[in-house]
């Protein structure tokens, strides 16, 4: 069983910047792929970013703004967020697989974190 907790979720003013963090409780942390994913109202959950190992994904619409990065000693996965846009503004949540069969669909991950709000102000 893996238990994810996100953190740092919070209001900021278009242009600024946030840090999620995701602690993990699991052992084998250096062996997931962890996901970060948002979900803004009315709207489907989306992929933002991914790491596995030292290779990272992103979505278009966050690249060059977002930087995921993990801490494998503290078992824990973060996301910078700069240069926010008032359409960042999501629940955002942490997630996890050994071995998702396709990184940016959310179907594809066993666990999930309970979510964070991120809220955007213009």
């Known amino acids: 069983q893996v238990q994810l907790v996100e953190s740092g979720g919070g209001l900021v003013q278009a242009g600024g910047s946030l840090r999620l963090s995701c602690a993990a409780s699991?052992?084998?942390?250096?062996?997931?792929?962890m996901g970060w994913f948002r979900q803004a109202p009315g709207k489907e959950r989306e992929f933002a970013a991914g790491?596995?190992?030292?290779?990272?994904y992103y979505a278009d619409s966050v690249k060059g703004r977002f930087t995921i990065s993990r801490d494998n000693a503290k078992n824990t996965v973060y996301l910078q967020m700069n240069s926010l846009k008032p359409e960042d503004k999501a629940v955002y949540y942490c997630a996890a697989d050994s071995r998702p069969r396709t990184y940016y669909r959310g179907s594809s991950y066993e666990y999930w974190g309970q979510g964070t709000q991120v809220t955007v102000s213009s």
């Open positions: 699991v052992r084998t942390f250096t062996s997931f792929f």
């Open positions: 790491i596995r190992w030292s290779s990272t």
